[in-house]
């Protein structure tokens, strides 16, 4: 399983298996063998292989990486074998190989970690922001890409509404093992991975107003990335090193460089 | 899903510390010593900075362009706590009892380790490996099974969900080397088996549901001599294989996952590492179909039906991982690792039966198995339990709540399996204040 989600306002969670084409939703307290409280499979869901989702409380619609290069909006409660609401997807929308989902009930959008690789180095990974009502093959409204983000393989994302930001994962490093080499090895250690963060009103080939990033960290390919307010703390997953790094960052969740209250740069 | 609760004490907290710095090298350099708990990213910073990588390795690149004029919040801050499993997680096993060795892999600290048939914690110690091997050299990644070729004494394992390589190693193998040689698979590779009998080697593949069979050899981009792939072989999410030379069949462990694409059957070659499928498949919807362990003649190839398919409610399959098959007993071994059991079936049963025995219970210390393999000369059964730091060996007519007859730690006991496999995401759950992580 790529992906998660924690519903606090159900007390349910949510994820994705992409190996039997489903979603499962669990109590919060589920643990052992616990059975779902509901299974979203089918193909009338148009979910082939599932790595991430997430949940838009507000308006109590779950949105799911279809895992075919489309993103589909349900009811939060949708169970079996059922069509979805909405579906963003085509050539227009851009979204390919999505690894990350999020929304923003108050700025009304959903964030996609979108990974475009064209070979070697070279890739248009993206955050991808679409308005939340869009169907078919719109254009994203906006679009975080290019050299000056730093965006390489890009992995889960995360919204912290409050703020108006995007916490993303970067892996920053193409797994590349070339036998041929002396001393080949499938991780570059000059370009470990980072935590980015961008304002939700970013645009364009744009740096990150905040990142966690070098040798003190000990990120390599960080993959997931979840907050905690409260304490002020940033959680990453890491999947090469197999670890769960805690940090401090309290100038996160105040108002980081060059943004306001509602982004904007 | 593990669920990790982090809260001010209790917690399966383990700190990745650099303790072990390496050995300096003849030419003075300190290059990673494998067998020391470090954590990946200290490894490639002694890689980075003693030009362990390669004679010319550059300086750190800067941060990407425009960094270092912007007003950029946070930087290299280090992490306030970290949850990690220092030691080794032991996913897949096998015993080359001639040679009196037994080899498990690692998918936590990406390792392969070989120890002493014989070796045995009499407390609560943990046993040192004869040989580790371990370091970007290797290419190891997320690895999941490990064979052998006992008459080449070669070790083989390969790469899951990333990396997509199978691995050759020596025998002899230690420390941070390259393989001997490497096979490009496809996505999502679990199982491996070679039969000598055949001179071929069998590779299971999860999602896209099929039995991969190469030359025993085969390396770089060689391409496969045929594939088990369609709706008709009844594959779901294959993990175990056993290819038996013997009775020309190929044995599969199916945990039943069916993802929401058909792959298109037949028998042409897989789709590997940097290449696309030219069509993509009909969707058919995801479903979840019952564990099984399906049995195809051995060559078998395409959309074929099983020959033989156990299967159903007496069968107490659950997450059926590695299998090994005893020839003499004519019994096939399962490491089933949904209830913490070994189940022992028939070679030529089928159906809705029940296993010949089942190891299982409190006095067996099985938890979470992911290994199995037998000792034939020996009458012996090995476990690897994913679940804890710790092999375990029975006879190989061991039944119910027994205890084994030796158990090899890989940490000293008592110490806590993280259980982390390539994380991929994570969660907070603010009502109980728990961090969530799926594998």
């Known amino acids: ?265 | 899903m593990r669920r990790l609760i982090i809260a001010t004490a209790g917690l399966m907290l383990l700190s990745i510390s650099g303790r072990h710095s390496g050995e300096p090298t003849a030419d003075g350099t300190i290059c990673p010593v494998p067998g020391s708990p470090l954590s990946e990213a200290r490894l490639l910073a002694i890689e980075r900075e003693n030009g362990c990588l390669d004679d010319g390795a550059a300086a750190p690149d800067s941060w990407p362009p425009g960094w270092n004029t912007a007003t950029i919040a946070g930087g290299d801050i280090q992490p306030a706590r970290v949850v990690a499993d220092p030691y080794p997680t032991l996913h897949s096993v096998v015993v080359d009892s001639e040679r009196n060795r037994v080899f498990m892999s690692d998918p936590n600290r990406h390792a392969l380790w070989s120890y002493d048939r014989l070796a045995a914690s009499k407390g609560r110690e943990q046993i040192e490996p004869l040989t580790g091997v371990r370091g970007p050299a290797t290419g190891m990644m997320f690895i999941a099974a490990i064979t052998l070729d006992r008459d080449e004494q070669e070790i083989y394992t390969v790469d899951n969900d990333i990396g997509d390589r199978m691995m050759v190693f020596p025998y002899d193998a230690a420390g941070n080397v390259k393989p001997k040689r490497v096979l490009d698979v496809p996505h999502q590779a679990w199982g491996l088996s070679i039969s000598p009998e055949r001179n071929e080697l069998a590779v299971s593949v999860e999602s896209s549901r099929q039995i991969v069979i190469y030359r025993k050899g085969a390396e770089g981009r060689e391409q496969p001599l045929r594939t088990v792939r369609g709706p008709k072989t009844g594959l779901g999410d294959p993990h175990g294989v056993f290819l038996d030379g013997r009775n020309n069949e190929i044995i599969v462990a199916n945990h039943g996952n069916q993802g929401g694409r058909q792959p298109a059957p037949g028998d042409a070659p897989a789709r590997q590492r940097g290449t696309r499928v030219s069509e993509p498949q009909p969707i058919v919807g995801g479903r979840f179909d019952e564990p099984s362990i399906t049995v195809y003649n051995a060559d078998a190839k395409g959309d074929v039906a099983p020959i033989r398919r156990i299967q159903g409610e007496k069968t107490g399959l659950n997450w059926p991982m590695a299998i090994d098959v005893d020839r003499n007993r004519n019994e096939i071994a399962v490491a089933n690792n949904g209830d913490s059991s070994i189940r022992v079936f028939r070679r030529t049963d089928a159906g809705d039966v029940a296993p010949v025995r089942v190891i299982k219970g409190p006095a067996t210390r099985i938890t979470g198995p992911m290994g199995v393999a037998y000792d034939l000369k020996n009458n012996e059964i090995w476990v690897a339990n994913y679940g804890d730091h710790t092999a375990l060996v029975f006879s190989n007519t061991a039944s119910g709540n027994v205890a084994p007859k030796r158990i090899l730690r890989n940490a000293p006991a008592g110490s806590p399996t993280v259980g982390f496999g390539n994380p991929g995401a994570v969660a907070y759950d603010s009502k109980r204040d728990e961090i969530l992580v799926p594998n």
């Open chain 1, 1 to 265: 399983m790529h992906g998660i989600f924690y519903d606090h306002i159900h007390d349910e969670i949510v994820v994705p298996v992409a190996l039997g084409g489903a979603i499962l939703t669990l109590p919060g307290d589920a643990a052992g063998d616990a059975p779902p409280k509901r299974i979203l499979q089918g193909p009338r869901t148009g979910i082939v292989q599932p790595d991430t989702l997430f949940v838009d409380l507000e308006h109590d619609e779950l949105i799911v990486e279809s895992g075919d290069d489309a993103v589909l909006v349900f009811p939060r409660t949708a169970s079996g074998n059922v069509a979805p609401s909405r579906r963003i997807g085509g050539p227009n929308s851009g979204v390919n190989n999505i690894y990350g989902l999020a929304a923003d009930s108050k700025r009304d959008c959903i964030i996609v970690a979108n990974r475009v690789e064209s070979g070697g180095r070279q890739s248009d990974d993206a955050i991808l922001v679409f308005n939340r009502l869009d169907n078919g093959d719109p254009k994203p409204r906006t679009k975080i890409s290019g050299p000056h983000t730093g965006i390489i393989k890009i992995r889960q994302v995360f919204v912290d509404e409050e703020r108006g930001l995007i916490f993303a994962t970067i892996k920053n490093n193409f797994e590349a093992y070339n036998y041929a080499d002396p001393r080949p090895s499938p991780w570059d250690p000059d370009r470990t991975g980072f935590i980015g963060v961008w304002s939700i009103d970013d645009n364009g080939d744009v740096p990150p107003r905040g990142v966690i990033k070098g040798p003190a960290t000990g990120l390599v390919w960080p993959a997931g990335v979840a907050i905690n307010p409260k304490n002020q703390e940033v959680y990453a997953i890491d999947s090469v090193s197999n670890a769960l790094f805690m940090f401090k960052t309290p100038e996160f969740f105040v108002k980081l460089p060059g943004s306001s209250a509602a982004g904007g740069r």
